[in-house]
């Protein structure tokens, strides 16, 4: 079964603290995104990849870093963990010219800030 | 750019009833459209897709029509069970030409309670 794994399903950190959240997939696909998503904003993209170490910001940067040192793996870190960065964190991936496959989710992270 | 708006929930209903959520987009060209499915606690699940016009998605009692014409990608189940209570999510990815990377828009979701 293809998976997208994400390293913790809950976390809980103090404000000031630098965090990574982890993300592996199997599928040996080139696109990896990180989404946060709150209520009643829906999914916002923070970053993306499209291949080992390429990054593009998303739609809401600030605030976060990413690392792509190997294709299956990329990572989200927050610089100084803020209380507005509680939320829940999804990872995905699809392959190269996958418009018509749309994502693979992992089962996300729930980061408390606090 | 892109864009996609759901209907408004959250909806609620009872156990066979049938269901219609509303999702319309806006695109240049002819993007892939898809429904997801995020069920408590957890991450999203692909329900279904099409990536051409007049196609018809379908998985596990769902179906959406992709409507050029009405650029609307609307979905639906003539039999509604507890199980099925969710977020659902509609999304799109770019159309052909440029560089999106396969990049989803999504709509805000739609929360979906089913009572017995």
């Known amino acids: 079964d293809v998976k997208v794994t994400q390293s913790s399903r809950y976390l809980v950190k103090r404000t000031g603290e630098k965090v990574f959240l982890e993300c592996v997939q199997d599928?040996?696909?080139?696109?990896m995104f990180w989404y946060r998503q709150d209520p009643g904003l829906g999914l916002r993209l923070i970053y993306f990849?499209?291949?080992?170490?390429?990054?593009e910001k998303g739609d809401i940067p600030e605030g976060y870093s990413v690392s792509r040192e190997k294709k299956e793996r990329f990572s989200l870190i927050l610089e100084s963990a803020s209380t507005n960065q509680t939320s829940m964190y999804l990872c995905?991936?699809?392959?190269?010219?996958?418009?018509?496959?749309?994502?693979?989710f992992g089962s996300g992270t729930r980061l408390t800030v606090v | 750019g892109d864009s996609v708006t759901q209907m408004e929930g959250p909806v609620t209903l009872s156990e066979e009833a049938c269901l219609t959520i509303?999702?319309?987009?806006?695109?240049?060209?002819?993007?892939?459209l898809f429904w997801y499915v995020q069920y408590p606690g957890e991450g999203l699940q692909l329900l279904l897709k099409?990536?051409?016009?007049?196609d018809k998605g379908s998985n596990k009692g769902f179906e959406a029509t992709y409507r050029k014409e009405t650029t609307s990608f609307h979905l639906e189940k003539g039999s509604v069970q507890v199980s099925d209570s969710a977020v659902y999510f509609c999304?799109?990815?770019?159309?052909?030409?440029?560089?999106?990377?396969?990049?989803?828009?999504f709509g805000q979701g739609t929360i979906l309670t089913v009572h017995p």
């Open positions: 995905a991936s699809s392959p190269a010219g996958g418009r018509d496959y749309g994502y693979t």
């Open positions: 599928m040996d696909h080139e696109n």
């Open positions: 990849s499209y291949d080992v170490k390429m990054k």
């Open positions: 509303n999702c319309t987009y806006t695109a240049t060209g002819y993007p892939s």
């Open positions: 099409a990536t051409k016009a007049d």
């Open positions: 999304a799109l990815s770019g159309s052909a030409g440029g560089t999106s990377y396969g990049k989803l828009t």
